[in-house]
């Protein structure tokens, strides 16, 4: 008999979810939580209905709370050092040895890497931000600028047009195809193409320098970053991938090891370019993971199959 029915890894807003999903029916599920979250830099919580600005940390701690009033929850401050099949199961290392639980729930998220510009990391999370959905609004009235002559930068510009004074698009020395130009022109926005030389702190909110050419100052910046796995879970497991990088999961958050869910940052379906980066898409993927679980828990145990 394993030690859990399921061992959910990760402490951010999908595996609390998907903890209290699983501690609400009953189940036998661990939480592993090695602190460290993508919204760490971040001050405050956005377009969650109910914690608009509420700080991320406070909002866990609620969770938390909320974890510990459920018998058959156990929640433990570590990491998870290893996940491996292990019979019908799994054994998941930790700091106090290895447990054994039947399904795995990955909640692990994912890493950012920010574009290479001095100043800007110490902005991050406040007035510089990648997320127009989440942090966007905080910077309405102002000029707002998009780094980068990415693919999407049009797309981007105009969903910032209706809340900016003014829309500054950085190029950074890069180029834009002809859509996008196309598109940056039907807004009126201000285009910069030199190479961008740094960010610093403003009254207003970021004064943006340049190899050459005047400063400009903006009241936030949306920035395209690069992400990776935060844990190797994914890749031992030898799960299938996306083009994103993300684990590739069914619309229940099953991965293509059966056994194996993953909600979150990480992982996404296919029918979709990359995850959908939110506090609250990422708690309702941790629900949706751990209703899996009690699904197959129960064709497992006693025959019961979902509704086809």
Known sequence: MSDYDVVVVGGGPAGLQATLTLGRMHRRVLMLDAGGYRNDPADLVHNFITHDGRPPA???????????????????????????????????????????????????????????????????GTVAAHCPFCHGHEYAGTPIAVLGSHAHVGRVAAMLAPIASEVVVLLDGGELDDANAAQLASLGAHVRSEVVSGFCPSALGARVSFDDGADVEVGGVLIGTTFEQSAPFAADL????????????????????????AAGDLA?????????????????????????????????????????
């Open 268 to 308: 996404h379906t296919a029918a979709l370019p990359m995850p959908m980066s939110s506090v609250l898409g990422s708690a309702a993927a941790g629900q949706m993971a751990a209703s899996a679980c009690v699904a197959d828990l129960l064709a497992l145990d006693h025959g019961v199959l979902a509704p086809a």
């Open 58 to 124: 406070e909002l866990r701690a609620m969770a938390r709370a909320e974890l510990a009033t459920y018998d058959t929850v156990e929640v433990r401050d570590e990491a998870a050092v290893s996940v491996v099949p292990d019979g019908a199961g799994f054994s998941v290392g930790t700091g106090r040895g290895p447990v054994t639980t039947r399904l795995v729930v990955l909640a692990t998220g994912v890493r950012d890497t920010l574009p290479d510009k001095p100043g800007l990391a110490g902005l991050f």
């Open 238 to 261: 030898g799960l299938a991938l996306l083009g994103s990088g993300c684990v590739e999961v069914d619309v229940m958050g099953r991965t293509s090891l059966r056994g194996v869910y």
